[in-house]
Nanobody
């Protein structure tokens, strides 16, 4: 199994910055996609940003130009640099990975426990 552990969530004022980190551990053979989702109170979980193993990134429109996702394949770690934060970015942020713990390859979705990001106005 793959375990994901997030860190970096905090309370920050609007306009501030935070950096989220997520490290994958456990039985890992190959992780294809890593990323971040978020869920605000009373809303559905939404994709924020993803990055493939070769570095291809994808962002939800509302964070383009403000958030940057990056990945260190040697450490099985993904980061989310969040700048110019807005109150509407307030949510629980979940780390996500799509990987296979062993061979033969059997890809599955894995989720972290979530880290709270609160942006005050």
């Amino acid at each position: 199994q793959v375990q994901l552990v997030e860190s970096g969530g905090d309370l920050v004022q609007a306009g501030g910055s935070l950096r989220l980190s997520c490290a994958a551990s456990g039985s890992i053979f190959l992780i294809n996609v890593m990323g971040w989702y978020r869920q605000a109170s009373g809303k559905q979980r939404e994709m924020v940003a993803t990055v493939t193993r070769d570095g291809t990134t994808n962002y939800i429109d509302s964070v383009k130009g403000r958030f940057t996702i990056s990945r260190d394949n040697s450490k099985n770690t993904v980061y989310l640099q969040m700048n110019s934060l807005k109150p509407e970015d307030t949510a629980v942020y979940y780390c996500y990975s799509y990987g296979s713990p062993s061979i033969p390859l059997r890809f599955k979705d894995y989720w972290g426990q979530g880290t709270q990001v609160t942006v005050s106005s």
